[in-house]
């Protein structure tokens, strides 16, 4: 009997096994933490591009519904003095409009007849970020702005590009819009799978 007893106090793991099993988990970790990090960005970059895609369609829908407004998709780089974060507003008036990216939330659609409809906002601390690629952007009668009225596309602007970016993984990609109206998502580096190459 008390050989038995013997074997089964035995059976356990000793301390040098158990630190030996936790190092291991550790490595472990270690080396699959850097993977699950960039994944999850490049998930973060694909959930913002297809929310900054969904601003134009419903800028286009709600101008449809709109009459006697126009629809205004504000793209201004936000200044340093009023945040760190990229922004796309989405906002209706008849003249003036002064609900843009590039003013505080104290000023924002303060004068005018201007009224914000949906707004996206990312903090710089997320490590995603948009922005308009100013190299390519032919805009009409404001910069950073493409302004929808029902019954008509806005021929006057054409070649918008956002550039949605992962800080630390380096994914990237485009939302183009051109003047026909039509919004595309693209891979310009092939970095995200199931997107098409930008050409």
């Given at each position: ?69 126009r629809v205004h998709l504000h793209m201004e780089p936000v200044p340093a003095s009023v945040g760190a974060f990229s922004c796309l507003r989405l906002s209706t008036a008849a003249n003036t409009d002064v609900c843009g990216c590039d003013r505080p939330a104290s000023q924002l659609c303060a004068v005018g007849q201007g ?85």
């Open positions: 009997m008390s050989r038995r007893c013997s074997r089964l106090l035995s059976a356990g793991l000793t301390l040098v096994e158990m630190l030996v099993g936790v190092a291991i988990v550790g490595v472990l970790l270690a080396v699959a933490t850097p993977s699950l990090t960039n994944m999850m960005e490049r998930r973060r970059v694909v959930a913002t591009a297809g929310e900054v895609a969904s601003f134009f369609a419903q800028a286009r829908s709600e101008s449809a519904i709109q009459e006697g407004y009224r914000l409809l949906r707004e996206y906002v990312l903090p710089h601390a997320s490590s995603v970020r948009f922005a308009v690629d100013e190299t390519v952007a032919r805009w009409g009668w404001s910069d950073y702005l493409v302004a929808f009225t029902r019954g008509a596309y806005p021929t006057d602007v054409s070649d918008i590009r956002i550039v949605v970016k992962g800080v630390k993984s380096n994914a990237l990609l485009h939302v183009e819009f051109n003047n026909a109206g039509r919004v595309r998502t693209c891979s310009p580096d092939g970095s995200i799978g199931g997107f098409p190459a930008c050409s």
